[in-house]
């Protein structure tokens, strides 16, 4: 438990600034598989942009055919702001309590003013899966609030759950665990995905046009790994960091009764 920050961060951080645009900072998350990046001018830290505030930007859109594409708009205008850094040489389980008190997913770290790493809930995740064996049970951790939605649910509702906090599982009209969204795959997902051709009625007669659909069904990601409650979290952990997930489905038998993900792995760091 004595491990640093430096031990864990990620040194080759990723930044953009203020005037670069939100499709700039979605394909290079796209691009490097990471979900937050460093918002500086010159040498200095002055925001954070994450792909929660990507699916913020998409849930203020309108209805699915008015979308307009947000990659235009700036980062400026959806990073936080003076974001809490922490130093290399502080604890692990110290900016683990940061995090879990603050509620963000990741800390830049920084060294006599200047940037020098990262360090995100996928870190602390590698800190846990390796050092907290047999500390929690995963039922110890795992929540039992999740939003259950059907698969033909539209991106724009998907996109508001998410940006409120909630995890969000795909259920079928049987009640069958069909998949899980993300934060990431809200943000990320792609925009040439399906297309439905809908009739209109104009003066010469009834017209076809092509509407793009966008609903849950399409951009979830169904996490084949199913987790006990009674099993050590760090297995959990462990699972996390090989598939690149950031939650998991809990089951008692055939039945779901929970999700554990990064942030309760963080908080049981900063509870040990």
């Known amino acids: 438990m004595m491990a640093k920050v430096k031990d864990y961060m990620t040194d080759r951080v990723v930044t953009v600034t203020p005037r670069d645009t939100l499709g700039r900072a979605r394909n290079l998350m796209l691009e490097r598989k990471i979900r937050r990046l460093v918002v500086v001018e010159g040498n200095n830290v002055v925001g954070i942009i994450t792909a929660t505030d990507i699916a913020k930007a998409l849930a203020r859109r309108g209805a699915p055919w008015r979308w307009r594409n947000p990659e235009n708009s700036l980062i400026d205008r959806f990073m936080t702001r003076n974001p809490v850094t922490i130093g290399p040489d502080e604890l692990v389980r110290t900016a683990s309590k940061v995090m879990s ?3 963000i997913g990741g800390l830049p770290v920084v060294k006599d003013s200047s940037l020098v790493g990262i360090l995100t809930e996928t870190d602390i995740s590698r800190f846990f899966a390796e050092s907290m064996r047999g500390s929690y049970k995963i039922k110890d951790l795992m929540d039992e609030k999740y939003q259950v939605i059907p698969p033909n649910t539209n991106l724009k509702k998907v996109a508001k759950l998410i940006a409120n906090g909630s995890r969000v599982l795909i259920v079928g009209s049987e009640g069958n665990y069909l998949g899980m969204i993300t934060e990431g795959d809200i943000a990320l997902w792609e925009p040439n995905l399906a297309k439905k051709y809908v009739l209109i009625p104009s003066r010469t007669g009834r017209i076809s046009v092509d509407v793009r659909v966008k609903t849950a ?10 987790l006990n409650p009674e099993e050590d979290a760090a297995k959990a952990a462990r699972y996390m960091i090989e598939w690149g997930v950031s939650a998991i489905p809990v089951f008692d038998g ?19």
Not at 217 to 226: D, L, N, P, Q, S
Not at 257 to 265: F, I, M, N, P, R
Request: avoid cysteine; glycine fraction near 10%.
């Open 254 to 272: 055939d039945e779901l009764v929970g999700v554990v993900d990064k942030k309760a792995l963080v908080r049981g760091v900063a509870n040990a």
């Open 217 to 226: 069904r399409h951009i979830m990601k169904e996490i084949e790994i199913r």
């Open 101 to 103: 008190e603050k509620g």
